[in-house]
């Protein structure tokens, strides 16, 4: 099965600036990736899915890069409301896996 | 509106089995593939396995073949997810997840569009 792997685990960043997360494949998934934003105690939030399409309601801040086994969330310009733990899934082949996550903490 | 409803709270001992339901509404239940996750405390999110709402096929994890049954009942649009051989490390939270897909040109692209409340079990002697 496929690993995706997230880098960093932790990244302290103050509200305002620009945050960028790496998600990295063990093989290629094409286009078959989406970020989630989870806080605590909720469900995951699908932030964008196809690599780069934002998911209805969110914001433009919010922006995914990337194919094959390398990609990237960017957050332009960080809110209150933004520092949470953050997921990759890839699909490839019926099968799916997630990131261990990069929790975006304030500065 | 879309909804995912899951079953209540679960207390098991190690050895047990546990059976975890997702009532859906708002939507035409078969016409979606229905995913389990699991989170277990302060851990990754973890793929469990999928059932195919419409036909009932499913797909599982390598690491749960063999523990993990996903079902569904398409007259109560309600999917279903068993874990057997209950251990310590499968205290979790579990959550039932809609697949959703989008046609593109040239490709399909996936996600999980909603998600259940999730549900606690945990594995204590």
């Known amino acids: 099965e496929i690993v995706m792997t997230q880098s960093p685990a932790t990244l302290s960043v103050s509200p305002g600036e620009r945050a960028t997360l790496s998600c990295r494949a063990s093989?290629?998934?094409?286009?078959?990736l989406a970020w989630y934003q989870q806080k605590p105690g909720q469900a995951p939030r699908l932030l964008i899915y196809?690599?780069?399409t934002r998911a209805t309601g969110i914001p433009a801040r919010f922006s995914g890069s990337g194919s094959g086994t390398e990609f990237t969330l960017t957050i332009s310009s960080l809110q209150s409301e933004d520092f949470a733990v953050y997921y990759c899934?890839?699909?490839?082949?019926?099968?799916?896996?997630f990131g261990q996550g990069t929790r975006l903490e304030i500065k | 509106q879309v909804q995912l409803v899951q079953s209540g709270a679960e207390v098991k001992k190690p050895g047990a089995s546990v059976k975890v339901s997702c009532k859906a509404s708002?939507?035409?239940?078969?016409?979606?593939?229905m995913h389990w996750v699991r989170q277990a405390p302060g851990q990754r999110l973890e793929w469990m396995g999928w059932?195919?709402?419409?036909?009932?096929?499913?797909k599982y994890s390598q690491k749960f073949q063999g523990r993990v049954t996903i079902t569904r009942d398409t007259s109560a649009s309600t999917a279903y997810m068993e874990l057997s051989s209950l251990r310590s490390e499968d205290t979790a939270v579990y959550y039932c997840?809609?697949?959703?897909?989008?046609?593109?040109?040239?490709?399909?692209?996936?996600?999980?569009?909603?998600w259940g409340q999730g549900t606690l079990v945990t594995v204590s002697s």
């Open positions: 899934q890839q699909y490839n082949n019926w099968l799916l896996a």
């Open positions: 196809g690599a780069s």
């Open positions: 997840a809609r697949w959703a897909a989008v046609a593109t040109i040239g490709a399909e692209l996936y996600y999980f569009d909603y």
């Open positions: 093989q290629s998934v094409s286009s078959n």
């Open positions: 059932i195919n709402a419409g036909n009932g096929n499913t």
């Open positions: 708002g939507y035409t239940f078969t016409s979606y593939a």
